[in-house]
């Protein structure tokens, strides 16, 4: 999940050095910084690359902005007439500083801390690129990917493509897990669902897979529900990544026995703290403890998170028995 960010002061004025939220992401010594910064706080087990999922739009060559206050903001391709823009041929002179971020990660990070390389699932991506910002609805996707599936299923083969290239650059680089953001797949029709989020999946963990046989992958395919079983036997993935309402006694019996699940507490309890956050990660603790289990945030920290109840909840889990 993202651990970085605005709640952290030292985020803040890392930030504001760099210039814009994109211009830290592409600045390797920055960025790499901002990597540690939760880390040194929290040791936590594991480092999640600081970039963005829309690093791929952006280096396919469509325009991209984030606005204060506003999140992303692309010229939206609404048909399979837009594609045209869009080129794979040069994608690393865009990302070559995210690759040099990871080599950074991965001579600076404790050698007890693992190094994880990420890239949002083609679906997700194409949400950004398809409605040029963040949706409530997501009907311009949908009425790209249902009316047009030969030409919506350009787009996804572009991002597979890319996406593999990426991640496989990332794990040259030093990046020893990689895990795949499918934040929207819950928004897809049962058949869209297959053919959107599982195909494509499952292509991009046999590309990697070719090359690394043994590199761990974690899919998080937020709000998937019960397709969360079929996700996980169809795409390969490793491990799965649970959102905060997946119900943890059917992911123990159905899901664990499969293989690692990693999760799932609602950010919102780093906010709020007390007694409400512990019971609810003694909960999630005691419900998956028997099985591999990696414990989680359900989604990405948020800006209003109270840094010291981030203490808190790792020392608690620390302490668990
Ligand atoms: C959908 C998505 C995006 N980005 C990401 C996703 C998938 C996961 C999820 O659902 O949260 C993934 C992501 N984004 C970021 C990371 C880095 C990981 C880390 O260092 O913790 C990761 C793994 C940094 C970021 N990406 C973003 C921030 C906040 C930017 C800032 O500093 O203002 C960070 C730290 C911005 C971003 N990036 C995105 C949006 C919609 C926004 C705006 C929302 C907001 O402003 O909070 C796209």
Redesign the pocket.
Known sequence: ??????YLPEYRAT?SEAGS?LDLCYNPDLACE??LQPLRRYDFDAA???????VIPQALGQHLA?KQGE??QLEAIRDASGLGILNVDHIHDTLGPVYETVAKLSASIPSHTSLIG?A?APW?VAT?MVEGK?SKDFANIRRFAYGDPDGFSRLIEILVEATTQYLLKQVEAGAECIQL?E?WGGVLSENGFERWVIEPTKKIVANLKAVHPDLPVIGFP?GAGLHLIDFKQKTGVDAVGLDSGVPLKWVAKKLQPLGPVQGNLDPMYLITGGDEMIDETRRILDVLRDGPFIFNLG??IT?ETSPENVGKLVDFIRNYR
Do not use: E, N
């Open positions: 999940m993202r651990q970085a960010g605005r930030r939220f901002v990597t999640i690359l600081f970039s963005d999922i829309l984030f999140g992303p990420f949002g997700t950004y963040g953001f934040t937020r989604h990405g800006p």
